[in-house]
Each structure stands twice: as structure tokens, then as C-alpha cells.
């Protein structure tokens, strides 16, 4: 069974719970989204490996560490969990960026795809799929899969908020993906939004209804 990651640090914590008042404005939404982006993969690539490397600095050459093994790549659910992008990008501007696109069917509440599009080598590296909520875990579960499908093996699943839910579809349907999450909720409503939650992070990202 895959782990559940859930980050309890006062600053995450903090920028979340302003992120869910409706107060909240489109413009201080994206500077949080990406602010608690940056600060959560920070914690995801905690484990990552490295290898001692041979340097000079201005003294004298020296033994370091140096990020090792497979390169990162990020993969945004479109459209919300393009708000977390550049929160990594800060941390790590050399990994590569694939997008897919799904929708929630508003009558049945199933993922549907509508596009894909990978890096070249993404088998062969370490992708973080991106999605602010993580719901009834559908449309992750389904992103997942199509990534598994073209031949891509570690993946792990960044989420701002998740219900319950969701993380048992994820865990269920895909055992060998870690989650990582800032906020783990109550439950799912009858209309599939997570409660407390913040609303549609889509909408309010990007200021539509």
C-alpha cells in the first residue's frame, strides 16, 4: 500500500487556510497556490538520491553532493494543477513538464481525457503529478494510469487538499503511488467537493465560474 504524506508545517498550514476563505481574491490564490507548491516539493524530493562529486571552489577542490539518478519531470492536471508549476519550477528549473487534460462529468462525475502529452524520456524519470484537490480521485486515478501506460513506473501524486475518499480510490486502484498532500479533509459533499475544502481551485485560479 502506497504512503499518504501529509505536510503540517505552520507556513503551509497558514498559507492554506487563507487560501480557503472566500475573501481569497484569483491574484492571492496563484501567489499561494505557487508559494505552498514551492515549499511542499521541497519535502517531496527529500528523498532523492545523490552522488559525491569533485569540485573546486575559490579554496581548494572538494567532495559534494550532487543530485543523482533520475531526472524529475512534473505533470499538471489541466487545468488547476497548472497553478502549482511554477512553485516548482522555482526549486528545480531543470525538470521537464508534460500536461493532461481531464474534466469532471458534472452528471456522473467521471474523468474524461481530452489530452496528453508527455516528455520525450518521461519513462525515465521521476514524475510528480500535480492536482490541487484531490476529490473523488477519479480524474487522478485515470492521469495515473495513462502515465503508467506509456511506460513511466515512479510517479508520485502532490495534491493541496485531498478527502478521503480520494485517497482510498488512489491507494486502491494504484498501490505503488505515494501521495503528498498540505491539507486531508473531512469528506466529500453530494455534488463530489471536498468539505471543508476551498471551493472549484480552478475557478478560483483563474477567476471563472
Same mark, same amino acid.
Given at each position: 500500500?502506497?504512503?499518504?504524506?501529509?505536510?503540517?508545517?505552520?507556513?503551509?498550514?497558514?498559507?492554506?487556510?487563507?487560501?480557503?476563505?472566500?475573501?481569497?481574491? @484569483?491574484?492571492?490564490?496563484?501567489?499561494?497556490?505557487?508559494?505552498?507548491?514551492?515549499?511542499?516539493?521541497?519535502?517531496?524530493?527529500?528523498?532523492? @538520491?545523490?552522488?559525491?562529486?569533485?569540485?573546486?571552489? @575559490?579554496?581548494?577542490?572538494?567532495?559534494?553532493?550532487?543530485?543523482?539518478?533520475?531526472?524529475?519531470?512534473?505533470?499538471?492536471?489541466?487545468?488547476?494543477?497548472?497553478?502549482?508549476?511554477?512553485?516548482?519550477?522555482?526549486?528545480?528549473?531543470?525538470?521537464?513538464?508534460?500536461?493532461?487534460?481531464?474534466?469532471?462529468?458534472?452528471?456522473?462525475?467521471?474523468?474524461?481525457?481530452?489530452?496528453?502529452?508527455?516528455?520525450?524520456?518521461?519513462?525515465?524519470?521521476?514524475?510528480?503529478?500535480?492536482?490541487?484537490?484531490?476529490?473523488?480521485?477519479?480524474?487522478?486515478?485515470?492521469?495515473?494510469?495513462?502515465?503508467?501506460?506509456?511506460?513511466?513506473?515512479?510517479?508520485?501524486?502532490?495534491?493541496?487538499?485531498?478527502? @478521503?475518499?480520494?485517497?482510498?480510490?488512489?491507494?486502491?486502484?494504484?498501490?505503488?503511488?505515494?501521495?503528498?498532500?498540505?491539507?486531508?479533509?473531512?469528506?466529500?459533499?453530494?455534488?463530489?467537493?471536498?468539505?471543508?475544502?476551498?471551493?472549484?481551485?480552478?475557478?478560483?485560479?483563474?477567476?471563472?465560474?
Amino acid at each position: 500500500m502506497s504512503k499518504v504524506h501529509i505536510f503540517d508545517h505552520p507556513l503551509i498550514q497558514h498559507k492554506l487556510t487563507i487560501m480557503r476563505q472566500t475573501s481569497t481574491g @484569483p491574484k492571492e490564490f496563484r501567489e499561494l497556490l505557487e508559494e505552498i507548491s514551492m515549499l511542499m516539493v521541497y519535502e517531496v524530493t527529500r528523498d532523492l @538520491p545523490t552522488v559525491d562529486v569533485e569540485i573546486e571552489t @575559490p579554496i581548494c577542490k572538494t567532495t559534494q553532493k550532487m543530485l543523482a539518478g533520475k531526472k524529475l519531470g512534473i505533470v499538471p492536471i489541466l487545468r488547476a494543477g497548472l497553478g502549482m508549476v511554477d512553485g516548482i519550477m522555482n526549486l528545480v528549473p531543470a525538470c521537464r513538464i508534460g500536461h493532461i487534460g481531464l474534466y469532471r462529468d458534472p452528471q456522473t462525475l467521471e474523468p474524461v481525457e481530452y489530452y496528453c502529452k508527455l516528455p520525450a524520456d518521461a519513462e525515465e524519470r521521476e514524475l510528480l503529478l500535480l492536482d490541487p484537490m484531490l476529490a473523488t480521485g477519479g480524474s487522478a486515478s485515470d492521469a495515473i494510469t495513462l502515465i503508467k501506460k506509456r511506460g513511466c513506473k515512479h510517479i508520485r501524486l502532490v495534491n493541496l487538499i485531498a478527502a @478521503p475518499e480520494g485517497i482510498a480510490k488512489v491507494q486502491h486502484d494504484h498501490p505503488d503511488v505515494d501521495i503528498y498532500v498540505a491539507g486531508l479533509d473531512s469528506h466529500l459533499n453530494d455534488h463530489g467537493y471536498i468539505v471543508p475544502g476551498l471551493g472549484d481551485a480552478g475557478d478560483r485560479l483563474f477567476g471563472t465560474k
